[in-house]
């Protein structure tokens, strides 16, 4: 079975700072790919950003970037220089190659101060 | 273009109802996904269809839950007798194909069953 783990379950930043949401997962398979999403208020889930499994390099996306650690099971997501309009809740999720479905953990809320 | 729609954004019912929630997929998207949410959790999958057909619905909870995509576009997630646990914020997503892509969320239908 998968499993995503999320032990944050909120977190605050600061404007124009660094933050570093955890995120760890279980999965017995070898072919799969890893999600970050996020969820304002309007409630759509909206893709930050992803990983494939079998590629060594950490997948970035202007400022949004990954630590992939997959000896440790471990994905991290690293938002710089976080803007207000980055306060959400961020949600890890996984998908095993051969099953389409989706395995999220339970989400962290992310508050930014001005 | 066009993003995921889901209709109604909100439905009220009473338990012993039955409801039908509707999604509009993006169009040319093959691979559609049901999920639903409870407050507080992260999305859990419902079911997932490769055109018109349910190509693993292993995440649908009992019987009572159903959901149909005649035509390999619009998807209907149906539920008999509703229990006021389900009571969720319900999800579509659509992708283009399968393989990992990412799936594209819709905003939500929130049940509530009084």
């Known amino acids: 079975a998968q499993t995503v783990t999320q032990s944050q379950p909120e977190m605050s930043v600061q404007e124009a700072e660094t933050v570093t949401l955890s995120c760890t997962y279980d999965?017995?398979?070898?072919?799969?790919?890893l999600f970050w999403y996020k969820q304002p208020p309007s409630r759509q889930m909206i893709l930050v950003i992803r990983q494939e499994a079998y590629k060594q390099q950490n997948a970035t996306e202007n400022r949004f970037s990954v630590n992939f650690q997959k000896a440790a099971k471990s994905f991290s997501l690293k938002i710089s220089d976080s803007q207000l309009g980055d306060a959400a809740m961020y949600f890890c999720a996984l998908t095993q190659g051969g099953s389409e479905k989706l395995v999220f953990g339970k989400g962290m809320k992310l508050t930014v101060n001005p | 273009g066009a993003g995921v729609s889901q209709t109604p954004s909100n439905k009220v019912t009473e338990k012993g109802k039955y409801v039908e929630l509707r999604c509009d997929p993006i169009s040319g998207h093959t691979a559609l996904y049901w999920y639903r949410q409870s407050l507080g959790q992260g999305p859990e999958f419902l079911i997932y269809f490769q055109g018109t057909g349910a190509a693993d619905d292993s995440g649908l909870p009992n019987d009572r839950f159903f959901a149909v995509r005649p035509e390999g576009s619009v998807s209907t997630l149906k539920i008999q007798r509703t229990e006021r646990g389900d009571s969720a914020v319900y999800l579509c997503?659509?992708?283009?194909?399968?393989?990992?892509?990412?799936?594209?969320f819709g905003p939500g239908t929130r049940l509530t069953v009084l």
């Open positions: 999965t017995s398979e070898s072919d799969y790919y």
């Open positions: 997503a659509s992708s283009p194909d399968r393989g990992g892509n990412e799936q594209f």
